[in-house]
């Protein structure tokens, strides 16, 4: 028997036991495996769609590409064959340069003013069907209708959640104004959410994804608003005096921790979501400003310049156990705890800038994330810890830009300038 042979089998019994036993790996392993130097993206056959309405086939074809290349698992071959209905037609197993591991084929249709794509992932070269199933949507969601197959082979695949569905809120300057924005995860589909013509800052997503928690000057005054997605309903959420910033909801949804100064000196509180039972959770005269919840909810990181200059701080969501977590640089701030709790994402100044660095939260091991000219700030991650979106004037103006957690593989997402403070969805509810 051939290598070649014994690495199909490994293949499919890999996909076999996924299938069966819904075994998932940790995103932490994942993402090791990805920065292996050993590691090799899973080869994928998807050839066109059989379609009589070939431009929109086409067009959700090429993002469902898109979306598994960008996850950095898989790359895309296309043969020229379709898949006959009954399965079994002859199937190339390469483009003439890689062999693939996987298939996938798909029937799109329009009916009933409803876009419908049926598809079947199959393993190669055994063509043991691994799922058909059928995908609905508007006439108007070529994209998502693409998003919902790709992380779906994602998951089948590889065992983890895709983050084809997610979304990216930024603030984009406008005529003087600050306006907030939402974009797709891979920059395409950008769309205005404020219209205020005054100052929205620092956005940060509800853990349904549904709504957006943002500072606003459109009473003249920073106040904490809520916008709801689908309807753009806005919520002011408390007339407390003093400057209210940097609102981060807790990951259970009944808390929002905050930036309030309102005697000269800024502090962190904590309220709940409809603004009441308002709690301060430092008491320093120094500035603590920044708070970033942990997955689990049990702790906050800040930034503090209490020992003299800004560091990155932990303590208990309560406000005990403050304890120090940054040392190298005189300079670190806007910390962003990882989704799946070991790592903070935070801004270094250097003498070229500030740059991007991530440290695990026993504050032992520092990883530089960008060494570019200019200033990266605002660090955001995935939901599944595998990118990081960051705001950028290394090209002479502020935009977004999405990168590997050690650097690698960076995508600039917005154009023109003007756009900071991303802020990372996190994963849609399943319906």
């Known amino acids: 028997m051939t290598v070649s042979f014994f690495r199909t089998i490994i293949v499919f019994l890999c996909l076999l036991f996924c299938l069966l036993f819904g075994t998932v790996r940790s995103q932490r392993q994942v993402y090791l495996k990805l920065q292996s130097q050993g590691f090799q993206p899973v080869v994928i056959d998807i050839p066109y769609f059989f379609s009589e309405h070939f431009e929109t086939a086409a067009r959700i074809r090429q993002t469902l590409v898109n979306d598994l290349e960008l996850s950095g698992f898989f790359k895309v071959i296309s043969s020229t064959a379709t898949l006959a209905y009954d399965g079994r037609s002859s199937l190339p197993l390469s483009d003439g340069q890689e062999t693939a591991t996987a298939r996938l084929d798909g029937q799109f249709f329009v009916r009933n003013d409803k876009l419908s794509l049926t598809v079947q992932l199959q393993e190669l070269p055994s063509k043991q069907f691994i799922f058909n199933k059928q995908w609905q949507a508007e006439i108007n969601s070529e994209r998502t209708l693409a998003h919902n197959v790709a992380d779906e082979v994602v998951f089948y695949l590889i065992g983890e959640r895709g983050i084809a569905n997610t979304e990216i809120a ?167 705890w990882s989704p799946k709790g070991d790592l903070i994402a935070y801004v270094s100044r250097e003498e070229k800038g500030f740059q991007i660095y991530t440290i695990d939260i026993n504050g032992e091991t520092v990883q530089r994330v960008t060494d570019s000219a200019g200033n990266n700030e605002n660090p955001s991650w995935s939901p599944d810890e595998l990118k990081l979106a960051f705001a950028s004037n290394r090209s002479g103006v502020w ?30 509810k399943r319906k």
């Open 170 to 336: 930024y603030v984009k300057e406008i005529n003087g104004a600050k306006e907030l924005f939402v974009i797709d995860y891979d920059g395409y589909n950008p769309r205005q959410l404020t219209f205020t013509h005054s100052l929205n800052l620092m956005p940060s997503w509800s853990p349904d994804k549904d709504k957006l928690i943002y500072t606003s000057y459109e009473t003249g005054y920073p106040r904490l608003h809520v916008m709801n997605i689908a309807d753009r309903v806005v919520t002011g959420l408390t007339r407390i005096k003093g400057m209210q910033s940097a609102p981060a909801w807790a990951p259970d949804g009944k808390k929002i921790a905050l930036t309030l100064s309102w005697d000269g000196n800024s502090d962190i509180y904590s309220m709940d979501p409809k603004g009441g039972n308002l709690r301060r959770l430092t008491n320093s005269p120094a500035i603590d400003a920044s708070p970033s919840w942990s997955p689990d909810g049990r702790e906050i990181a800040f930034t503090s310049d209490r020992s003299g200059s800004p560091q990155i701080y932990l303590m208990d969501a309560e406000g005990g156990n403050v304890r120090r977590l940054t040392f190298e640089n005189r300079y670190n701030a806007s910390p962003a």
């Open 399 to 428: 935009d977004i830009y999405v990168a590997n957690p050690d650097g690698s593989k960076l995508r600039q997402l917005t154009k023109n300038g003007g756009n900071v403070s991303p802020k990372w969805s996190p994963w849609p």
